[in-house]
C-alpha cells in the first residue's frame, strides 16, 4: 500500500500527488496538519515532521519530491 503524507500549501506535496495520478498509481493521501492522527503517524514511521512522505509498505522515503518519488518507486518494481 502507497500512503503519502502531505500538508496544505505544501508545493513539493502538490508536485508529488499530481506525478502520482499522472503515473496512475493508487495511493492514500494523509494530510497531516488537519489530522493530530496523520502526524504522530508520520514522525513515528519517519522520525521527522516534513512532507510530503511515502510509505511503501513500511519503506519510507522521507522528506522528498516527485523525482526522487520516481526513483524510489522505480527502485521498487512500481514503475517501469
Not at 503517524?41 to 522515503?61: R, W, Y
Amino acid at each position: 500500500m502507497l500512503i503519502i503524507y502531505t500538508k496544505k500549501g505544501c508545493p513539493w506535496c502538490v508536485g508529488a500527488l499530481n506525478f502520482l495520478k499522472e503515473k496512475g498509481l493508487k495511493f492514500e493521501e494523509r494530510e497531516v496538519l488537519s489530522s493530530k492522527e496523520f502526524y504522530e503517524e508520520l514522525v513515528l514511521k519517519s522520525g521527522q515532521s516534513k512532507a510530503p512522505t511515502v510509505d511503501l509498505n513500511g519503506e519510507i522515503l522521507a522528506d522528498t519530491d516527485s523525482e526522487a518519488l520516481e526513483i524510489f518507486l522505480k527502485n521498487k518494481g512500481e514503475l517501469k
